[in-house]
């Protein structure tokens, strides 16, 4: 992570004294752990702002953690946080801070960074956010005819959509009800078939885009926001097709349908977004990482400011919790521990997100991104090639959903993958008819007795059942999976807040002793160049001849059904 030199992890004395530990545990069974030690939970179960991590069903025990400890130790992770949330330059390669932190400091903190204080610039990005949702909350905001806006779609790909997605899923049960009813809804897809399906189904005159890109270059977004721009000219404009008494100018149109999100207010000014509707965030907060701030627009449209607000008091109790705790008792840092083990010295590369929470749809897509973005590198922060693993795949679904697709691998295939169960305890107290809220909580329950059971299985394999008489292979299960359990006191936007933080943070300290810099994404912008050169042969403008004989032949496929 650090500009200067460092000492590779796997030359620390840390790391190898965690090898050799781990040749003297490989073959004890994670039963046999738990036999062994009757105080696991208590040893390995923390609880902070809303959250309980139990870390006992990992493949460990305590030696192991005072050595991962050690290792984080010797890799710098103390100092590190303090460079990260004061604003140092962490992010090496683009040179600047990553103060996603910042975003979630509350009212009336300051944070000096390099002689400005970027506290108060959030603080004043919030406050024009929220003038914004107040005039689409109180039904003031009109389209271009007069009529107050129903629809927003949000235009955004990657950190511009899969955040305020999730969330926006997440916390639809905050929805205040005083308010002008807006739904929100997302298209982040290049091919238009997201979009496609709102332009057909919604009315141009109430339905207002946002534009969100940290960039404002992303031709995902930019080729959305072209379409929905003509479908609205096309449809409202004096020269439209709609049969208005009161046909309205194309400048009044993209002045009422559009707000820019973005950290470059020229290029969306250079787009036609009018001044007023540009909420501005910074090159300092990493796409992925934007959620709490403009970017959540969406957000506070679904939940309200007050909800967002609690949201963002969430993280920050999570970056308080991070700062100031010791290491053997910070979540982020055990999370992001347990990962080392499994990866480094387990040699497990596969890791599912598995929550028992429909409202949680999102997550594991929305960590995806997080985890596999930042830290699907193999060069250190000063170029060298890597010689250990970094980021296992990542990957997950609905844990009930998964049982019925996914988990026979987990229970009896050939690849060890550590699981992270995520719930929340309490469930459906705010439901007001008392027979409907008693057979959702028994749901609940019966959620929940299925995210223990899989985890327990899972651990134990054929020791969870009392009988375990003869049976044929194909029936039999050798348990010894890992699992970290996360439960939530209750989904508010408060403890949605910190699991996040809880897994921002968790991405930092395995990039901290993995010495990567979980803030930049340079693999990613190969294929985009690739794709406007191959865009150019597809519109008959570039070279077939000089490309390999299958992406020739995919393309001339494209050509003769384009002639069909
Ligand atoms: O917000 P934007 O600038 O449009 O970027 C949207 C997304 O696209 C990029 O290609 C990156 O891989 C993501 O990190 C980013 O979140």
């Given at each position: 992570?650090?500009?200067?030199?460092?000492?590779?992890?796997d030359s620390l004395p840390a790391w190898q004294t965690l090898k050799q530990h781990?040749?003297?545990?490989?073959?004890?069974?994670?039963?046999?752990?738990?036999?062994?030690?009757?105080?696991?939970?208590?040893?390995?179960?923390?609880?902070?702002?809303?959250?309980?991590?139990?870390?006992?069903?990992?493949?460990?025990?305590?030696?192991?953690?005072?050595?991962?400890?050690?290792?984080?130790?010797?890799?710098?992770?103390?100092?590190?946080?303090?460079?990260?949330?004061?604003?140092?330059?962490?992010?090496?390669?683009?040179?600047?801070?990553a103060l996603h932190t910042a975003l979630r400091l509350p009212p009336g903190a300051?944070?000096?960074?390099?002689?400005?204080?970027?506290?108060?610039?959030?603080?004043?990005?919030?406050?024009?956010?929220?003038?914004?949702?107040?005039?689409?909350?109180?039904?003031?905001?009109?389209?271009?005819?007069?009529?107050?806006?129903?629809?927003?779609?949000?235009?955004?790909?990657?950190?511009?959509?899969?955040?305020?997605?999730?969330?926006?899923?997440?916390?639809?049960?905050?929805?205040?009800?005083?308010?002008?009813?807006?739904?929100?809804?997302?298209?982040?897809?290049?091919?238009?078939?997201?979009?496609?399906?709102?332009?057909?189904?919604?009315?141009?005159?109430?339905?207002?885009?946002?534009?969100?890109?940290?960039?404002?270059?992303?031709?995902?977004?930019?080729?959305?926001?072209?379409?929905?721009?003509?479908?609205?000219?096309?449809?409202?404009?004096?020269?439209?097709?709609?049969?208005?008494?009161?046909?309205?100018?194309?400048?009044?149109?993209?002045?009422?349908?559009?707000i820019g999100v973005s950290a470059s207010p020229d290029k969306m000014s250079e787009?036609?977004?009018?001044?007023?509707?540009?909420?501005?965030?910074?090159?300092?907060?990493?796409?992925?990482?934007?959620?709490?701030?403009?970017?959540?627009?969406?957000?506070?449209?679904?939940?309200?400011?007050?909800?967002?607000?609690?949201?963002?008091?969430?993280?920050?109790?999570?970056?308080?919790?991070?700062?100031?705790?010791?290491?053997?008792?910070?979540?982020?840092?055990?999370?992001?521990?347990?990962?080392?083990?499994?990866?480094?010295?387990?040699?497990?590369?596969?890791?599912?997100?598995?929550?028992?929470?429909?409202?949680?749809?999102?997550?594991?897509?929305?960590?995806?991104?997080?985890?596999?973005?930042?830290?699907?590198?193999?060069?250190?922060?000063?170029?060298?090639?890597?010689?250990?693993?970094?980021?296992?795949?990542?990957?997950?679904?609905?844990?009930?959903?998964?049982?019925?697709?996914?988990?026979?691998?987990?229970?009896?295939?050939?690849?060890?993958?550590?699981?992270?169960?995520?719930?929340?305890?309490?469930?459906?107290?705010?439901?007001?008819?008392?027979?409907?809220?008693?057979?959702?909580?028994?749901?609940?329950?019966?959620?929940?007795?299925?995210?223990?059971?899989?985890?327990?299985?899972?651990?134990?394999?054929?020791?969870?059942?009392?009988?375990?008489?003869?049976?044929?292979?194909?029936?039999?299960?050798?348990?010894?999976?890992?699992?970290?359990?996360?439960?939530?006191?209750?989904?508010?936007?408060?403890?949605?807040?910190?699991?996040?933080?809880?897994?921002?943070?968790?991405?930092?300290?395995?990039?901290?002793?993995?010495?990567?810099?979980?803030?930049?994404?340079?693999?990613?912008?190969?294929?985009?160049?690739?794709?406007?050169?191959?865009?150019?042969?597809?519109?008959?403008?570039?070279?077939?001849?000089?490309?390999?004989?299958?992406?020739?032949?995919?393309?001339?496929?494209?050509?003769?059904?384009?002639?069909?």
């Open positions: 992570m650090a500009a200067s030199s460092r000492t590779p992890p781990a040749q003297a545990l490989k073959h004890v069974h994670l039963k046999n752990l738990f036999g062994n030690d009757p105080g696991r939970w208590t040893h390995f179960t923390r609880q902070v702002a809303g959250l309980t991590l139990d870390l006992s069903k990992q493949r460990w025990d305590d030696d192991t953690l005072e050595h991962l400890l050690a290792l984080a130790d010797e890799a710098g992770v103390p100092g590190a946080i303090e460079a990260l949330l004061s604003g140092k330059r962490v992010n090496v390669s683009e040179n600047r801070p300051s944070l000096d960074v390099e002689g400005d204080d970027i506290a108060a610039a959030v603080h004043e990005s919030l406050t024009q956010m929220e003038r914004l949702v107040a005039r689409l909350h109180a039904g003031q905001w009109r389209g271009a005819t007069g009529k107050p806006i129903r629809h927003v779609v949000n235009l955004g790909v990657g950190g511009s959509d899969l955040g305020p997605q999730m969330v926006t899923h997440a916390l639809a049960d905050y929805r205040p009800d005083d308010i002008h009813p807006v739904e929100v809804h997302f298209a982040s897809t290049m091919d238009g078939s997201q979009l496609a399906d709102y332009l057909t189904r919604f009315n141009p005159e109430t339905t207002l885009f946002v534009l969100s890109s940290k960039s404002f270059t992303t031709i995902d977004t930019l080729s959305n926001a072209n379409t929905a721009r003509d479908w609205l000219i096309g449809r409202l404009s004096k020269h439209g097709e709609l049969p208005s008494a009161n046909p309205v100018s194309e400048e009044l149109i993209i002045r009422q349908h559009f787009w036609g977004i009018t001044p007023d509707h540009q909420l501005m965030f910074w090159e300092w907060v990493g796409g992925r990482y934007s959620l709490w701030g403009t970017i959540g627009l969406p957000i506070a449209l679904v939940v309200g400011m007050e909800n967002f607000r609690e949201l963002l008091a969430g993280a920050h109790a999570m970056d308080r919790h991070f700062q100031e705790a010791p290491l053997a008792e910070n979540l982020p840092v055990l999370l992001g521990l347990a990962g080392i083990w499994n990866v480094n010295f387990l040699d497990i590369r596969a890791h599912s997100i598995l929550p028992y929470d429909g409202r949680l749809e999102y997550f594991a897509a929305y960590l995806e991104q997080l985890e596999m973005e930042s830290n699907g590198k193999s060069v250190t922060g000063q170029g060298q090639a890597v010689n250990y693993s970094t980021c296992p795949v990542l990957w997950g679904q609905l844990g009930p959903n998964a049982q019925h697709a996914f988990y026979q691998l987990l229970h009896q295939g050939t690849q060890p993958v550590v699981c992270d169960f995520i719930a929340p305890l309490k469930r459906y107290d705010e439901v007001e008819d008392p027979d409907t809220r008693r057979h959702l909580k028994s749901q609940h329950r019966l959620a929940l007795a299925n995210c223990f059971a899989q985890s327990r299985v899972l651990m134990l394999g054929d020791d969870a059942i009392d009988d375990d008489g003869p049976r044929p292979a194909h029936k039999r299960y050798r348990g010894n999976q890992p699992s970290t359990t996360v439960l939530l006191d209750k989904l508010t936007p408060a403890t949605l807040g910190s699991l996040i933080a809880l897994y921002e943070h968790k991405v930092f300290v395995q990039a901290v002793i993995w010495d990567i810099n979980p803030f930049d994404q340079w693999g990613v912008e190969l294929g985009k160049q690739i794709a406007t050169d191959t865009q150019k042969i597809i519109d008959h403008q570039g070279d077939l001849a000089r490309l390999d004989a299958s992406s020739r032949g995919l393309i001339e496929a494209f050509w003769a059904a384009e002639q069909e």
